[in-house]
């Protein structure tokens, strides 16, 4: 048989492996960092970027949340705002990459952070990055509940309201978890759909409102507007300050693109990780960020009345189709975009699930015995599936209203992501000296500073008026897990092992594969 090989730069060289050769190195990579490969080791390069492209998912958040944008500081909001939110993930996952390459590991934030910042800043960083994961799941959800029901509402006679949407979240996320459950390829098989379906629906959505709009008025996306109050259909509170409303309008692209942790949360379950996993978060953050701005231009453009649109709020887009574009067409691309919004929320799923599954894998987490146990039959974190998928449902049936998860989900995943590449600043060339195949120099320096400054930015614009209730949110979550932690986990929470633990692991990693392994 011949053996398939893959073709990686890496350090400016081209190198030829197999994909047996680069698994073997893979696993090897794992026993070092104290771990057994108890997961499925399948997927590939196009695999691991559509996770987190499908997660981003322009279809989802760039689609639901435009009226965050659109009813602040109006058509520069997105013309201008994509540019400058595009920036910032961006700047993220540069910071990302060059950690992933170095530690890839599932859940590889708390690992990172533990490694490079201590046993409390990684146990810190995978509640934060918990939080952003179970409550983007529910944001997802609740966003695509708001869009069925917007685009097919009517006809099936369903309206908006606290009991539809909770059946609508216990189904769909239940659906999401079940899809996990049987394996990562039939989950992968989908997200891989989801990614050429998320490219081309965005491509065949942005051509219908560019040929259907009569004019094509591009001042419009850099003229600023205050719409805040009543002139934006009560989104945001009314301000006389345009820098605030701009900032609060930069909410649409960093709510939508977040997710692209789950290429790093994957990494155990990817071949060729410390190569491939880098260049997928930050591909998925570029195709993202720029297929959302030729979008979202368009969709400015397209706009009958700006004035009007503005008023709609969180209606916005279906007030442009309808003026816009044909029944019979309208219908079809919002089966397209429905379809696009479920798969990613059954690849939220995933990533949630790994992330669970690594810190309980530490025994970081109540129940980690259940957690961190691996299917034999499927080779997937059952367990750590279906309680990050009851946790979001939980949390909807609760905070039910959507512009507050998305900014509880915005700051605490945008912390989670800022605590690791902060704490790589302070080791970088002193503890932290090997580097991965895949590294930037000292621009890291430069990367990891800026991610700081705007992860600041980022938390000061999350919990302004409306979101108040995310503040509080955020610091009742953040007082008890600082009660647990000084209360308990400080003394029993050992972090990922290093040193003489890992050694001391060899023999239950052999153990480990070889239960898993065994007909």
């Known amino acids: 048989m011949m053996e398939r090989t893959c073709h990686l730069k890496a350090g400016g060289i081209d190198m030829t492996m197999s994909n047996d050769d680069q698994h073997q190195d893979d696993v090897s990579r794992l026993h070092k960092m104290g771990y057994a490969q108890e997961l499925s080791r399948t997927m590939g390069h196009f695999s691991n970027f559509a996770i987190s492209f499908s997660i981003i998912c322009i279809l989802s958040g760039g689609v ?25 993930a961006l700047i993220f996952a540069l910071g990302m990459a060059q950690i992933a390459s170095a530690f890839p590991t599932a859940g590889g934030l708390y690992h990172w952070s533990s490694i490079l910042g201590g046993r409390f800043w990684g146990w810190l ?16 959800n609740v966003g695509t509940f708001n869009f069925f029901v917007g685009a097919f509402g009517p006809m099936l006679g369903i309206e908006a309201g606290y009991v539809p949407q909770l059946i609508f979240m216990i189904t769909v996320t239940g659906l999401h978890a079940l899809i996990n459950h049987l394996g990562i390829k039939f989950t992968t098989r989908l997200t891989d759909l989801s990614g050429y379906l998320i490219l081309a629906g965005t491509v065949v959505l942005t051509a ?77 953050v570029f195709w993202a960020a720029l297929f959302a701005w030729f979008f979202s231009c368009v969709f400015v453009m397209a706009i009958p009345d700006m004035d009007e649109a503005a008023k709609q709020g969180w ?94 989900t915005s700051i605490a995943l945008y912390l989670s992501y800022a605590m690791p590449i902060a704490a790589g600043l302070f080791a970088y060339g002193r503890t932290w000296k090997e580097m991965g195949p895949w590294d930037m120099g000292p621009l890291f320096r430069v990367v990891a500073v800026l991610c700081i400054l705007m992860a600041g930015v980022i938390f000061y614009v999350g919990v302004q008026p409306p979101n108040q209730l995310a503040l509080k949110v955020l610091a009742v979550i953040g007082g008890l897990t600082l009660l647990a932690w000084f ?33």
């Not at 400080?490 to 972090?495: E, I, L, P």
Request: aromatic residues 12%; glycine residues 10%.
């Open 487 to 519: 209360g308990l986990e400080a003394r029993r929470f050992k972090g990922p092992p290093v040193g003489d633990r890992i050694a001391e692991r060899a023999a239950a990693i052999s153990e480990a594969e070889a239960a898993l392994d065994a007909k």
């Open 125 to 140: 960083t995978a509640w934060m990055n918990l939080l952003g994961l179970i409550t983007v799941l529910a944001a997802i």
């Open 315 to 408: 209606n916005v887009f279906f007030y442009v189709m309808d003026a816009r574009v044909p029944e019979a067409l309208r219908t079809a691309l919002y089966v397209m975009i429905f379809v696009a919004q479920f798969l990613c929320g059954l690849a939220t799923v995933t990533s949630a699930s790994r992330m669970t599954y690594a810190f309980a894998r530490d025994d970081g987490l109540p129940g980690s015995k259940y957690l961190k146990a691996v299917s034999k039959r499927w080779r997937t974190p059952v367990a750590a599936i279906w309680t990050t998928a009851i946790l979001a449902v939980a949390f909807t049936a609760y905070a039910d209203a959507y512009s507050t998860v998305v900014s509880v």
């Open 64 to 88: 639901n949340s435009l009226a965050q944008g659109l009813s602040g500081a109006g058509g520069a909001a997105l013309g201008i705002g994509w540019i400058v939110g595009g920036f910032a």
């Open 208 to 284: 219908v409102l560019f040929y259907s709009s009569p004019t094509h008025d591009f001042s419009r996306l850099w003229t600023f507007t205050n719409y805040s109050g009543d002139a934006g259909g009560g989104v945001w509170p009314q301000s006389g300050s345009m820098y605030l409303v701009f900032f609060l309008g930069l909410l649409l692209p960093i709510y939508t693109l977040t997710g692209y942790d789950a290429s790093a949360h994957t990494s155990e379950e990817t071949v060729g990780a410390a190569k491939r996993v880098p260049t997928a978060i930050i591909h998925s």
